[in-house]
């Protein structure tokens, strides 16, 4: 069945940086686009960063110049660095991979990871 399991959140300075792993199975990690998304307290869970197949990537403008994303396709990995944090990074990061099964996209996430950062 399709995992994904994130690691690498904390406690964290502002000006400081973290870096979150998300380790996959169970699909064929290179064909597909896979994705970091956060949700901050009250808020909708947005996108934060995507890689495709191919090593295009998304950043969403928050985050732009502060974060990379990287993926290690031998070993079905997906990793968001994150510097310069800010107060308003603070949330929970999902994982994230949608799949077509049978003509319909399912989306797939991991259990989360909190990343705090605050003086």
């Known amino acids: 069945q399709v995992q994904l399991v994130e690691s690498g959140g904390g406690l964290a300075l502002p000006g400081g940086s973290l870096r979150l792993s998300c380790a996959t199975s169970g699909f064929t990690f290179s064909s597909y686009v896979v994705g970091w998304y956060r949700q901050a307290p009250g808020k909708e869970r947005e996108l934060v960063a995507s890689?495709?197949?191919?090593?295009?990537?998304y950043y969403a403008d928050s985050v732009k110049g502060r974060f990379t994303i990287s993926r290690d396709n031998a070993k079905n990995t997906v990793y968001l660095q994150m510097n310069s944090l800010k107060p308003e990074d603070t949330a929970v990061y999902y994982c994230?991979?949608?799949?077509?099964?049978?003509?319909?996209?399912?989306?797939?996430w991991g259990q989360g990871t909190q990343v705090t950062v605050s003086s």
């Open positions: 994230n991979v949608r799949l077509r099964r049978s003509g319909m996209d399912y989306d797939y």
């Open positions: 890689t495709s197949s191919v090593g295009t990537t």
